[in-house]
Each structure stands twice: as C-alpha cells, then as structure tokens.
C-alpha cells in the first residue's frame, strides 16, 4: 500500500474536514467577535464571555442541564448494565428475544416519539413536569445506549473468569463485584460518558418533558436563537464545544497508554520467558 | 491374558475389592437439546489417584468435568464425592477446585491476589492467607512475581499461578481441564513430571482432562478412555496400550495393525485366526474368543520384526511383502511394508546401533514375524 497521500485523497480528506468542522470553526471564530452583529467582523474581543457569566438565566440552565446529566446517566449506567448482564448471562430465560428488542428499541425510536409517548404518560400519572421529569425521561433513552456498549463488551469477556471465581467459592453477588465488574469498568466508563453526553446535548426530548424551572442550557440555546442569533450564543456554544472535546481527548489519550503500557509488558514477558 | 499388575502394584486401589471410591459417576446423562453429551457414564476414581479422562473433542471429557464442578447439573443420574452426593451443590459450595485451560487468571489481580482469591471468600485471616500464598508461590516457583499481573507473564508462568490458584484452598480434588494446552512442548514434557511429582507430594485426587494421549499415559494412573459420551475402557495407561478391549480403543491409543478375520482353531490360549485368502496368524492371549467368532487381531508396530532374509523354516507368523515406505525417525523408523496380499503393515525398529548392517530400502523383499503373543484378539 502506498503511505503517502495522492492528490484525490488529500482533496477529499480536506472537503471531508471541512464539512465537519467549518461551521464548527465559523461559530468558535465569531464568539469573540467585537460587534453584536453575528455575520459582520469588526475586531477580536472576549467580551461575550465575559457578559455570558452574569447572564443567571443561562448559568442557572447550565446547572440545571449538568444535574440532569449526572444523575441520569448515572442511574442509566446501572440499569443499562444489569440489563446488558440479563441479556447476555442468561441466555435461556423465555422471552429474551422480545426483551433484547425492548430494551434496543429507544436506540430507533424517533426523539419526538420518545418525548411525546413520555409526556402523555407524566399527564396521565399526573406527576408535574420539571427537573424530576426531565431525569427520568434521559434515563429512559440513554439506558440502552449504556447496554449496548457493556454488552459487546460481556460478550468478549471470557465466561471462565467468572466460572474460576464461583469455582473459588465467590457467590454470584461477590462474583460479580470482584470480577465481573473490574473487568468490565472500562465498558461501564464509557457507557457512562455516553449517557451524560446524551443527555448534555438533547433538545427534543427534554422540552417535552421539562417543566418551569428546570430549562436545561440546550432548550435555554434554542429560545433565545429564535429571538435571534447573539455572540453570547455562540459564546456558550464555545464552551460547550471546549468542554466535550477535552473529554473525548483525555479518555481517548488515557486508554491509548494503557495499550501501549500493556503492549510493553506483555513484550517484556515474552522476552523473559519462562 | 497375561496380567500387568506389576506396574505401579504400590497403588492399585481399584482392584481392592473392599476400597471405597472417592469419586463416584452413577449412570450420568447430560443432554444440550437433543446433543447427549454424556450418555448414562458410571465410573469410580479413587482417593489419591492421577485419573485422566481421554478422548476426541465432542466425546463428553469435559462436560463430566464441569458436572463435577458443578458447572452443569446432570440430566439424569448422581455424582459422589467422599460419599456425599454433589446434586443441587452450587459450584461456590464443592471442594474442589479446577484448573481453566484459559487458566481464567483475575486479569485485574496481582499474582498474589490471584492466589488468595480463594481463601479470602473463605474469610480466612489476613495473615494466614499471606502465609497460604508465599508457600504457594514458593511451591510453583514464583516467588519474584508476586506484584506482577497476568499480562506481564509468560505463557507458562501463567499456567503455574493457575495451577498455584486452584491449589491454594487445598481441594478434596483437583480438576485440570486441558491444562497443558497451550504450552509448547517441550514445556509441556518438563510440566508433564512436574505434575505428577506435585500430585505425590501433596497426596490430592486429580482428576485430568485430555485429548493428548502421550500427556495421559505420562501422567495418569489410570485413564478412561471416551467417545461418545460412552467409557470404552477405565485401565492403567500400560494395559490400555498393550491390552486394549476394542478396536476402538486399540486404534484411539498409538498406532496399531488390524487384520480382521475369523477363529478357525483354538488350542489352549491360543487359537488360529482365519484371514484374507487361506492365511492364519496364531494368536496367543485369544481370551473367550470361540471357533467361527469374528475377530480383529491387533498388534502394535514395535512388536513387528523386519528382516531382508527369510526367517528359518518354523518361525511363528511370517508374512512377505516389499518395503512401501521409510520414515527415519533417528531413534526408530518405521517400515511401511506391503504384504504380497495388498494389505500394508507398520512395523516400528529401534534403530539402537549406530551403523545398519543390514539396510532395507524400498522396494526391497523383506519378510516380517511377529510372537503370537505379541498382539491381542479383539471380539469387539
């Protein structure tokens, strides 16, 4: 194979970069924008960001939407991995088909279904909507996404860890937090931060569900760009932008040297022999 | 036939007609859907005993292992053990311990945590587990790797910290499920003793599965040989080579010649089998085969002499032929030589000097003989 780029791959690696990440750049690029105007560029200016923090409508929506995150993808990664260990340990109860493809369907399902079926069923219990509401609905979608990624995992695991620790005379329960679960933490991580990116960045879903008082930052976004588009917005858009991608590049670069730390241990072992 | 008793006559006990077996198979069935993998098995293994379950994959070796675990409850008939019947025993509850042929080492662990993984669920004290662990360590030679993990040992360090892990709790039985495996061979042959010195030295029931059948004659006092789900034959590793009860079995172990005819005479032990156009083999050992019975006789390579000069006039069974084919092996070769009938016999020569005088090569004439008490008469 030929390493270096021809001329068509290099055209398309930049036109594929670009349609990602332009509009990503035009919104970061106009955040410190001097003017108040979003399409005119008058000067280079951190103004906005500095007017976003005595902005309480928005801290107090970013608050909200941070405490919603957590507890919701906490509590989904706890039911999404007992639903993943149902499903792949125990694989003769009846009825798993129908349960795998309840469990998946929220991952098809379209958002505006989800938030309306949810909706009408707080109306009908008449539980009121706010900051509750909104949580249990982001458990309900982010949960499956939690199972699908514990459960590829699980699946890799090799069942005789758990077999060799019952074997060792660990019960189920023990079996499973001092196996089972360190094995799998990683996966579970993930899951984690998946839900709670999930629920960071979901609109639909949360303004069916949400009530007064519990506006999180997206739905907060969303009114105020409807009375138009301000550098503030964008500035707040920053942020968020910051904030995710330093996330997904601290994971990323802390698994990569575990490889590598683990790639060099198992060499050094082989060399050793024994 | 011709009694073997003499290898190993120290420890028999299973033909101690007042021993109590220790581990006992009463009619076990097990059953995946409509797969039996193991068909109404019964088998008796005795206290102290280096017991190997050999067979093909898919033979049921490692099913009766895991019942005994109790990683699968049998479909029908009970399981022993020390006079206490195991059903309905979750695996956390039995006292025995098993070796994985994945060795399953806790890949979070430590060597030393791996070790006294066991003994804590036992709630042993801190400082006793530290004591269990170091003589365990000292015992499969790792002391110096207490502190490392799985993954920064070698194949067979691994294979000692699981073997050490499954040791640790002191198990009424051991279980080793393929447990040389993955290990090249020359370090399979070097563990191979080191087994079986350990299962002396620490006086414990071990009960091994293999599909390899030179690890099983190694190792095993006793091997009982599967297929289908069925024992072919429960003996010592001698009388299952020399002594076989089936062709099965005969051609499962080693490498074996078959003529299959019929009994035509029978003088004493030994009688004249009728085969192929008008020939006879005189066979010694012919048990209760009887006149006009249909028989193999089975007799192994080694036990077949090849010469290029025609054996004197009297000689016991002596067929001609040309020599087919030479594989040189250094300590033997063996001799394909192709009968004047068609049939092609194997015959094993241990090469024990150096310089051949008397070369065969292809082609050649040679003459082969075998005692008639060589071989063994098969009536199954």
Not at chain 1, 255 to 271: F, G, L, S, V
Not at chain 2, 29 to 43: E, H, I, P, W, Y
Not at chain 2, 264 to 276: C, P
């Amino acid at each position: 194979m030929n390493n270096g780029l021809s001329r068509f791959n290099l055209v398309s690696l930049v036109a594929g970069f670009a349609f990602l990440y332009l509009p990503i750049l035009l919104l970061v690029v106009y955040s410190f924008n001097e003017s108040r105007l979003v399409t005119v560029w008058s000067g280079f200016s951190t103004k906005w960001y500095v007017e976003l923090f005595s902005n309480q409508g928005l801290i107090d929506a970013a608050w909200v939407t941070f405490r919603v995150a957590l507890i919701s993808a906490s509590v989904a990664t706890v039911l999404g991995t007992m639903a993943a260990i149902t499903l792949t340990r125990h694989l003769r109860f009846r009825g798993r088909v129908l349960f795998t493809g309840m469990v998946f369907a929220p991952l098809v399902m379209p958002e505006v279904i989800t938030g309306l079926s949810l909706l009408l069923l707080f109306v009908a219990v008449g539980l009121d909507r706010g900051f509750l509401t909104v949580t249990l609905a982001h458990i309900t979608f982010s949960m499956c996404f939690v199972a699908v990624v514990v459960q590829s995992r699980l699946l890799t695991l090799d069942r005789s860890l758990e077999e060799a620790a019952m074997d060792l005379g660990a019960t189920p329960v023990r079996t499973f937090f001092q196996v089972t679960l360190p094995v799998i933490l990683p996966a579970v991580i993930s899951g984690w931060m998946l839900a709670f990116t999930l629920s960071l960045d979901d609109l639909v879903i949360a303004s069916f569900t949400s009530g007064p008082g519990a506006t999180t930052l997206p739905m907060k976004i969303y009114s105020q760009v409807r009375l138009g588009v301000t550098p503030e917005i964008n500035a707040v858009c920053t942020i968020l932008i910051a904030v995710v991608t330093t996330g997904v590049i601290a994971a990323s670069l802390l698994n990569k040297q575990r490889e590598i730390q683990r790639a060099r241990d198992e060499q050094a072992a082989r060399q050793e022999g024994g | 036939m011709k009694s073997l008793g003499s290898i190993r006559k120290s420890f028999a006990p299973w033909n101690d007609p007042a021993a109590t077996p220790y581990i006992r198979f009463e009619n076990v069935t097990k059953k995946f859907g409509d797969f039996v993998a193991v068909n109404d098995l019964s088998l008796d293994i005795y206290e102290r005993e280096f017991f190997a379950l050999l067979g093909a994959s898919g033979c049921g070796k490692t099913t009766l292992l895991r019942m005994l675990a109790g990683f699968e409850e049998p479909s029908a008939g009970q399981i022993f053990l020390d006079g206490q019947n195991l059903s309905g025993i979750p695996p956390y509850r039995r006292p025995v311990n098993m070796m994985f042929q994945s060795y399953a080492l806790f890949p979070h662990m430590t060597v030393e945590a791996n070790i006294g993984f066991g003994l804590k669920q036992d709630r042993m004290p801190r400082d006793q587990i530290a004591a269990r662990v170091a003589e365990m360590l000292k015992l499969v030679k790792l002391e110096q790797f207490a502190k490392r993990k799985p993954h920064q040992l070698s194949g067979g360090q691994r294979q000692r910290v699981a073997l050490a892990r499954s040791l640790a709790k002191r198990p009424k039985v051991l279980l080793l499920d393929e447990p040389l495996g993955a290990l090249d061979k020359k370090l399979r042959e070097e563990t191979q003793f080191e087994l079986t010195d350990l299962q002396q030295e620490l006086g414990l029931t071990f009960l091994v599965v293999t599909h390899d059948q030179e690890e099983a004659m190694t190792m095993a006092d006793r091997i009982a040989i599967l297929d289908k789900g069925k024992v072919m034959q429960v003996a010592t590793p001698a009388e299952t080579y020399e002594a076989p009860v089936s062709r099965f079995v005969a051609e499962f172990v080693g490498s074996v010649n078959l003529f299959d005819g019929s009994v035509s005479a029978r003088e004493g032990s030994v009688a004249s089998i009728a085969y192929g156009d008008g020939l006879t083999i005189a066979a010694d050992n012919a048990g209760d085969a009887a006149v006009g019975d249909q028989v193999a006789f089975a007799i192994r390579p080694e036990k077949v002499r090849v010469a290029s000069r025609k054996p004197e006039a009297g000689a016991d069974n002596v067929m001609s032929g040309e020599v087919w084919d030479i594989a040189y092996l250094g300590d033997m070769t063996i001799y394909h030589v192709k009968l004047d009938d068609g049939r092609v016999i194997k015959s094993a020569m241990l090469n024990s000097s150096r310089l051949v005088d008397d070369p065969l090569t292809w082609d050649d004439r040679a003459w082969i003989t075998f005692a008639p008490d060589a071989g063994v008469v098969l009536t199954r």
